[in-house]
């Protein structure tokens, strides 16, 4: 059974990623309200990075608010 892309695929050359503000927005509270392993678990289903690239982005968006 073939799986779709994820929405947001990260870039595997720089390990980075961008999501659209409303999703940065939405994955900022879900790392307050449930925690950050939570959040880290969304934004690899988003994106389809790993685990490594996911804590980064959730870490540098937790710093910057």
């Known amino acids: 059974m073939p799986t779709s892309p994820p929405p947001y695929p990260y870039d595997k050359r720089t390990n980075t990623l961008q999501l ?18 939570e959040a880290m678990k969304r934004v690899m289903e988003l ?10 982005y ?8």
């Open 20 to 37: 659209p503000a409303a999703v940065s927005h939405e994955i900022f509270h879900l790392a307050q309200d449930a925690g950050k392993p």
């Open 58 to 65: 959730v870490d540098a968006l937790l710093a910057a608010r």
């Open 47 to 56: 994106t389809g990075a790993g685990l490594r690239v996911a804590k980064d």
